[in-house]
């Protein structure tokens, strides 16, 4: 039997390494312990958010403003419009969007700093080494993370945001004044733009959001007991959309993907992958190489923070790139 792709994927599900794919692969994981990490929760409890869907839905979609499920459902896109109504518009009762905000960027500093040994605004820098993390030359200096914060805040105000909501409302918040809060911040936008694009890209391909969840759990890594209950579908919804990718020739009789579905799923990263590009062209081949190099310890420390498989996607950056 064939070995997995990091990603969980059958080996040549995704196309070959690019530019937009490469860093993807290095941003995602910093933007993503908001999601995974201890302190991230900490920081919405301490805000006044008990319960980790309460936190996710308010700290995500607090760049548009206190918004109700209807928007959410649209440009989340793979979430049942039930498990979003069970969070919105009721979590603007608890928390403004402003403190969400203020929450999830004081959550993502923290848990960055603990394993970066970078102080956030005020702070002392701890430079204590955790046991189970690289060797203290694999971490950030101060100088190549403020390098590092340009970087990526460069390509960031370069990211086209027309036809893409999340990342258009991110760019529209004002940035951080310190280098690890505009590092995540930056990611944050990047990550967002490009998650616009892979939801135009499935659209186009003529899917929903529950077909899109189905068809990933049917290829791998994070199955569908931990997809539906993440995604918050139903076991008829679940099975209607199944039958539906069946039909279109999409899954088999025992569920796994078929050629069509996997030449499908290359397509859609392709698309993916070319319409994520042109965030990068602002720094150059040479600026590229150098925000790679000075990202890569960042990722691979940010991975320590997070689950794997995971069902979001993200990419495991100490691993080596598939496709």
Same mark, same amino acid.
Not at 45 to 63: D, I, Q
Not at 170 to 185: C, E, K, R, T
Not at 222 to 250: K, N, P, Y
């Given at each position: 039997?064939?070995?997995?792709?990091?990603?969980?994927?059958?080996?040549?599900?995704?196309?070959?390494?690019?530019?937009?794919?490469?860093?993807?692969?290095?941003?995602?994981?910093?933007?993503?312990?908001?999601?995974?990490?201890?302190?991230?929760?900490?920081?919405?409890?301490?805000?006044?958010?008990?319960?980790?869907?309460?936190?996710?839905?308010?700290?995500?979609?607090?760049?548009?403003?206190?918004?109700?499920?209807?928007?959410?459902?649209?440009?989340?896109?793979?979430?049942?419009?039930?498990?979003?109504?069970?969070?919105?518009?009721?979590?603007?009762?608890?928390?403004?969007?402003?403190?969400?905000?203020?929450?999830?960027?004081?959550?993502?500093?923290?848990?960055?700093?603990?394993?970066?040994?970078?102080?956030?605004?005020?702070?002392?820098?701890?430079?204590?080494?955790?046991?189970?993390?690289?060797?203290?030359?694999?971490?950030?200096?101060?100088? &190549?993370?403020?390098?590092?914060? *340009?970087?990526? @805040?460069? =390509? $960031?105000?370069? /990211? +086209? #945001? !027309?036809? %893409?909501?999340?990342?258009?409302?991110?760019?529209?918040?004002?940035?951080?004044?310190?280098?690890?809060?505009?590092?995540?911040?930056?990611?944050?936008?990047?990550?967002?733009?490009?998650?616009?694009?892979?939801?135009?890209?499935?659209?186009?391909?003529?899917?929903?959001?529950?077909?899109?969840?189905?068809?990933?759990?049917?290829?791998?890594?994070?199955?569908?007991?931990?997809?539906?209950?993440?995604?918050?579908?139903?076991?008829?919804?679940?099975?209607?959309?199944?039958?539906?990718?069946?039909?279109?020739?999409?899954?088999?009789?025992?569920?796994?993907?078929?050629?069509?579905?996997?030449?499908?799923?290359?397509?859609?990263?392709?698309?993916?992958?070319?319409?994520?590009?042109?965030?990068? &062209?602002?720094?150059?081949?040479? *600026?590229?190489? @150098?925000? =790679? $190099?000075?990202? /890569? +310890? #960042? !990722?691979? %420390?940010?991975?320590?923070?997070?689950?794997?498989?995971?069902?979001?996607?993200?990419?495991?950056?100490?691993?080596?790139?598939?496709?």
């Amino acid at each position: 039997m064939k070995r997995p792709s990091p990603e969980g994927l059958p080996p040549g599900a995704l196309p070959g390494g690019t530019v937009a794919r490469r860093m993807w692969r290095l941003f995602e994981p910093v933007h993503a312990v908001t999601y995974f990490a201890p302190a991230c929760a900490g920081a919405f409890e301490r805000a006044g958010l008990r319960g980790f869907w309460r936190g996710y839905f308010a700290g995500r979609s607090a760049p548009l403003g206190p918004v109700g499920a209807g928007p959410v459902v649209g440009c989340f896109f793979g979430f049942a419009p039930a498990m979003v109504s069970r969070a919105l518009p009721e979590v603007w009762t608890r928390i403004t969007p402003a403190e969400a905000l203020d929450a999830r960027l004081a959550g993502a500093r923290e848990a960055l700093g603990q394993v970066l040994g970078e102080p956030g605004p005020g702070e002392a820098a701890d430079l204590a080494e955790p046991a189970d993390l690289a060797e203290p030359a694999d971490l950030a200096e101060p100088a &190549d993370l403020a390098e590092l914060a *340009g970087l990526l @805040r460069a =390509a $960031a105000e370069h /990211a +086209p #945001v !027309a036809g %893409r909501v999340l990342a258009a409302a991110n760019a529209a918040l004002s940035w951080p004044s310190d280098p690890l809060g505009v590092v995540w911040h930056a990611t944050t936008i990047l990550r967002e733009h490009r998650g616009d694009g892979h939801v135009a890209a499935l659209v186009t391909a003529g899917l929903d959001g529950v077909e899109t969840a189905v068809w990933r759990a049917s290829m791998g890594g994070v199955g569908r007991a931990d997809f539906q209950r993440v995604r918050g579908w139903s076991d008829d919804e679940w099975t209607a959309a199944a039958g539906r990718l069946r039909a279109r020739g999409w899954l088999g009789a025992a569920g796994q993907p078929t050629e069509a579905s996997l030449s499908a799923f290359r397509s859609i990263e392709t698309t993916t992958d070319r319409v994520a590009a042109s965030v990068w &062209d602002e720094l150059g081949t040479d *600026g590229v190489e @150098r925000c =790679a $190099a000075l990202l /890569a +310890p #960042v !990722a691979r %420390r940010a991975a320590a923070l997070l689950r794997w498989p995971n069902p979001i996607g993200v990419p495991d950056p100490r691993e080596p790139i598939s496709g």
